[in-house]
């Protein structure tokens, strides 16, 4: 089927119409015709009651898929969770990927995710359990459950039949992972290596060893930063005993650079770029610390001046030069800045960060 495309407000506010008019056959029709990504777009759009009309106009497993590329922030998606019925919601979950769904359901209230819980299928529920436990920003918080595995003693031909049967629930099929007895990881194999051998051919004797992967416990951007040297499109996540446990995709790891490159940059400017959730109070007793020592260093500057006041009385022309001088030194602030992120970004070890802090403070 090819997925329309929404050219212009006016196609958005005729689907929403439809919703309105809750005229559900016309409505289904046009709005699955469309792009996941679009309907997500246009679900961000809708209220409470255009909301509570389409839960009852689309399956949990279509609305699944809206949460699935949904760009509204974890706690906002969780508020909608509690718009459905726990059933529904439940169900909305079981749909979705393992990664997806954890990230939401880390802002849910303890008392809808005990309902939710109860609802799922036993295994669903007890991969979302083990995944919301463990640490933020940690591999094991951002991978996905839903990969393909095989063994090493099996064929290409046994191979190709076990990702037929797995491939619409894993969240990528090009790279394979093989284990062994003790579900330890052991090799790996793209889609391309399958289809360019025999079918006979021992998986043993064709899998790449050994397997670049990361531990479950480790940091969410030096996971970003691996992926990014090896140009991977996705990473295999193991235990302590090296046991397969996920994988984390390409499309998880851009999220993450995202997520750290703004906080880098609001830690450097002295805000929190998830304040626009907290209230005002909150907010400007998070900046105070910053907006203080900003103030300290102004008066500085002032002090500075008055200690060179008698030569302005002097030669009032000087004053002219105050506002063009402390612009310029803003604009060398603001360049500085620019090239510290920059550099910070592309440097992990602690020392590297020092020396580029320094060059720029000498520079600026």
């Known amino acids: 089927m090819v997925e329309k495309q929404i050219e212009s407000e006016e196609e958005i506010n005729a689907i929403l119409n439809l919703l309105n008019q809750q005229k559900a056959h016309d409505f289904r029709e046009q709005y699955l015709d469309l792009h996941v990504y679009e309907q997500a777009q246009i679900f961000a759009e809708m209220d409470y009651i255009q909301r509570s009309r389409l839960y009852r106009y689309l399956t949990p497993e279509e609305v699944g898929e809206i949460f699935n ?13 509690e718009e459905m019925t726990p059933r529904y919601a439940a169900q909305v979950i ?21 309902k939710y819980m109860k609802l799922l299928p036993e295994e669903s529920a007890t991969e979302i359990r083990e995944m919301l436990h463990y640490e933020d920003k940690t591999a094991g918080a951002i991978m996905s459950t839903e990969y393909v595995d095989i063994v090493g003693n099996q ?12 491939a619409l629930e894993a969240e990528t ?46 940091d969410q951007e030096e996971v970003a930063q691996t992926i990014r040297d090896y140009n991977f499109l996705a990473i295999p996540v193991t235990d302590y005993d090296d ?19 703004s906080e880098d940059y609001s830690g450097l400017a002295g805000v929190d770029t998830e304040q626009v959730t907290i209230n005002p109070f909150e907010n400007a007793k998070k900046r105070l610390p910053s907006l203080t020592v900003m103030l300290l ?20 022309i000087l004053a002219v030069f105050i506002s063009t001088i402390t612009g310029a030194s803003g604009n060398a602030g603001t360049q500085s ?19 580029i802090m320094a060059n720029e403070v000498l520079t600026g």
């Open 94 to 114: 079981n749909s979705m990927y393992t990664d997806n769904a954890v990230d939401i359901l880390a802002y849910a209230k303890k008392k809808n995710l005990v």
């Open 69 to 81: 590329v949904s760009e509204e922030e974890p706690v906002v998606l969780a508020n909608y969770f």
């Open 337 to 355: 800045l620019a090239v510290a992120i920059k550099r910070i970004a592309n440097n992990d070890d602690e020392e590297s960060r020092l020396k």
């Open 155 to 166: 064929t290409v031909r046994s191979a190709m039949h076990v990702i037929k049967s797995e």
């Open 243 to 261: 046991k397969l446990i996920g994988i984390i995709n390409v499309d998880d790891i851009i999220d993450v650079i995202d997520e750290e490159s």
């Open 173 to 218: 099929i090009y790279y394979v992972y093989v284990i062994d007895d003790e579900e330890k990881l052991i090799g790996v194999l793209t889609l391309r290596d399958l289809l360019t051998n025999d079918d006979d051919t021992m998986i043993s004797d064709i899998m790449n060893t050994p397997v670049m992967s990361v531990e479950v416990s480790e």
């Open 297 to 316: 260093l102004g008066l500085l500057t002032v002090l500075l001046v008055s200690h060179f006041e008698h030569l302005i009385n002097q030669a009032t």
